[in-house]
């Protein structure tokens, strides 16, 4: 009974909260290439007009206008629910790239300059647009339909609206409150940590409510109730001791009496490690006859382990204390190394297969990159710190190997011989892949097939053959070669064929494929020309299907969900599609890191989904200040073995049902990993035996909760699956 009038209360409040709120349309409006000033008009036959999707949208507006229109009902009775009341605001996501927003036939708002403007051209698209409306404006139609008329100008690429959902409402004092919930350690104790941030120049009081909730079935187990005061221009913190062996996730409501805020606490769901070893290696390990092998056999447990390695073939050694193979093997072949870590509380066994021929990359890379944190600010010094947080923080347990130094390593002029030479930045770059080998880990580096790259330093056009030999000098094992400044050969040479995008990568690959060591190909050119389609046959390990990634749901759900549903016939071992890096833990593009922006579930979402699409694995923050939650979100032996599994087959979505999607990908062992998404805005329950038909599959054997690595019911299939969360299982 408590249960039930908790969720009831739980139900009541979330309505109220739904009353200051009105979602703008609901993933479909109305859309017309061109410009004419008459698409304004509330009035208008909108008879000739298409649908686009808010949500995904995929329009290309090349140099061109396009107008966009949503109808919505407004209800009066929302200003009742404000403690202001005075104007509406509607909030309508990012638009590509210069906007001029009309309410039924009034304009209520531009963003961005057009050139026929007093400054010029200048793009917005980055810029969410937050429009308000007195509450006492004409253009206001209460209780009736009213029409948004939106008309767009896209300088170049893809545009359109990209920033759903859309909303209106009636702001009041509770939109001055944010609530954020973390993980905390504090003396070494676990916690719920909520901030809760007054930004308004009045007082807030209120209610709290703390609402414990099972992670598994979403049932309300306990809760609390208290009350709040949080003076203006201040936060408060408030801490729950939790219990990691018993996660629970936590919702903590705050109530003015008008509305109501929420922030809700998501568990580490990754188990901490044994203290005996765990071997983590890979199934299949590629090498070519004669290239350099570092290999740092990732294992998990408390140090020393010493580690044994029987079945070597000639040429490759064992480091047994540091557990790192090293060496090469001229012999072409398939080697089953048996591999024995031990350590005072225990051992483990596993056999890993060495394949030397001419495939590398028989699973997807795992590492780092310096972009999505340090951006053009990258330094030696912060890639190396980086690298030994790798290392210390035991990320290279799991297989964490590729450190990969992305744009602005470059010096401003090639040496008088041509050959290309780092910046003051970067003293020693030789010295850096040294040091990095000698710790088992590979060393990755970035150019472009252009004049220049896509941050203006140095690339490798007519340098292909010196820059690959200079690469093999300073013993890079990873090229990432982006696309930028080589449009400005493709547009000289007006070839529109697909070739014209296979020639500068084709190029480099004879080169690098000539020198004596293994260099991983990534083809960074945004999935222009289908790359999927071609890239396996210039020898691209890699090769990206989209534009860059952004730490918000928006982009997340865009590049992974959107874009990767129909890839999945194309990546195999050796050759891998790509969606892009991790934008978990601190990044920011710059020399100024913040937290992600992705909510804790989003990231397990996040994960998950990369994993299932055997993506590459590149984490994207500043290691160095990783915190706790996203060292375990990013080191899931289970999770891992997923993205590693040597057969190589992408996941696909089998079942679209709604907001929630299941995405299922076939395993080596014959088993089946998938993933159970809610892609909507409202908290889901799953039963997932409803599905098997869909699927392809009968009842399962066996279902495993990889994110808890523990087993679970294969009769009790109903699952509770919170907005934009996943629920990761392998079906037996």
């Not at 109220?16 to 979602?23: F, G, M, S």
Request: proline fraction near 4%; aromatic fraction near 10%.
């Amino acid at each position: 009974m408590r249960t039930t009038l908790i969720a009831a209360c739980l139900l009541a409040a979330t309505a109220l909260q739904a009353q200051t709120k009105i979602e703008l349309g609901q993933d479909k409006v109305l859309m017309h290439h061109g410009d004419n000033a008459e698409w304004k008009s509330p009035t208008l036959n909108e008879s000739g007009w298409g649908t686009s999707n808010l949500v995904g949208n995929e329009i290309t507006q090349r140099d061109t206008w396009a107008w966009y229109r949503i109808h919505f009902y407004l209800p009066k009775s929302i200003i009742n629910s404000s403690d202001i009341q005075k104007e509406l605001v509607f909030s309508l996501g990012k638009m590509d790239d210069v906007d001029m927003t009309y309410l039924n036939g009034e304009l209520i708002g531009k963003t961005g300059s057009l050139k026929t403007d007093p400054k010029g051209y200048s793009t917005a698209w980055d810029v969410t647009r937050i429009y308000r409306v007195p509450l006492n404006s004409k253009a206001l139609k209460w209780d009736s339909d009213n029409v948004l008329a939106i008309r767009i100008y896209n300088g170049d690429g893809n545009g359109g609206l990209c920033g759903a959902p859309f909303y209106a409402w009636v702001p009041g004092l509770i939109d001055n409150m944010d609530i954020k919930a973390k993980y905390a350690q504090i003396k070494g104790r676990e916690f719920a940590s909520f901030t809760l941030t007054n930004s308004g120049l009045k007082i807030q009081k209120g209610k709290l409510e703390y609402q414990y909730m099972d992670p598994d079935n979403g049932k309300i187990i306990k809760t609390t109730k208290s009350s709040v005061t949080i003076g203006k221009k201040s936060s408060k913190v408030i801490n729950l001791a939790v219990d990691e062996s018993n996660p629970c996730r936590i919702r903590l409501v705050y109530s003015n009496g008008h509305a109501t805020k929420a922030g809700t606490y998501v568990p580490i769901l990754t188990p901490r490690e044994p203290e005996t070893p765990l071997l983590n290696t890979v199934g299949r390990y590629g090498l070519r006859p004669g290239s350099p092998l570092y290999y740092k056999i990732p294992t998990t447990g408390v140090r020393p382990i010493r580690f044994t390695v029987t079945n070597m073939p000639e040429g490759l050694k064992l480091d047994a204390e540091n557990g790192i193979l090293s060496g090469s093997v001229k012999t072409p072949g398939e080697y089953v190394l048996n591999i024995k870590a031990e350590n005072a509380k225990g051992s483990d066994q596993k056999q890993m297969t060495i394949v030397v021929g001419q495939k590398i990359a028989l699973t997807p890379p795992m590492g780092w990159n310096s972009w999505n944190c340090w951006g053009l600010s990258v330094s030696q010094e912060k890639v190396k710190s980086s690298a030994q947080a790798i290392i210390d923080k035991g990320l290279a347990d799991y297989g964490y190997a590729y450190i990969n130094i992305d744009d602005a390593w470059e010096a401003a002029k090639r040496n008088a011989d041509g050959t290309i030479s780092p910046n003051e930045k970067f003293p020693d770059m030789k010295g850096l892949g040294e040091w990095l080998h000698s710790h088992g880990l590979k060393f990755g580096i970035y150019s472009s097939p252009g004049r220049v790259t896509c941050g203006n330093y140095l690339g490798s056009l007519n340098h292909e053959k010196q820059d690959a030999e200079t690469y093999n000098s300073w013993g890079i094992d990873y090229l990432k070669y982006d696309w930028c400044s080589y449009g400005e050969v493709y547009n000289q040479e007006h070839d529109a064929t697909v070739g014209a995008f296979i020639r500068p990568y084709l190029k480099m690959e004879q080169y690098l494929r000539a020198q004596p060591r293994d260099i991983f190909y990534s083809l960074c050119q945004y999935g222009m020309a289908d790359s999927w389609r071609w890239a396996e046959f210039v020898d691209a390990n890699s090769w990206r299907t989209t534009g860059d990634i952004t730490d918000s749901w928006r982009s997340l759900y865009d590049i992974g969900f959107v874009q990767q549903r129909k890839l999945y016939p194309y990546g195999q071992p050796g050759h891998w599609n790509d969606p892009d890096m991790l934008i978990v833990g601190k990044v920011g593009w710059s020399a100024n890191l913040r937290d992600t922006r992705l909510t804790y579930d989003e990231q397990y979402t996040h994960i998950s989904l990369w994993a299932l699409l055997a993506a590459n694995m590149l984490i994207g923050c500043d290691v160095s200040q990783m915190d706790e939650f996203t060292k375990r979100l990013l080191c899931n032996r289970e999770v891992i073995a997923v993205n590693q599994d040597i057969l190589g087959k992408q996941a696909k979505p089998v079942v679209t049902d709604g907001k929630i999607e299941i995405w299922m990908r076939p395993l080596a062992d014959g088993s089946h990993a998938i993933g159970i998404f809610n892609l909507g805005g409202e908290d889901k329950m799953v039963n997932l035996s409803s599905y098997y038909s869909a699927m392809g599959i009968s009842a399962p054997k066996g279902i495993r909760d990889l994110w808890r690595q523990k087993d679970l019911s294969t009769t009790d299939t109903s699952y509770f699956i919170p907005t934009h969360g996943v629920k990761m299982l392998k079906l037996k």
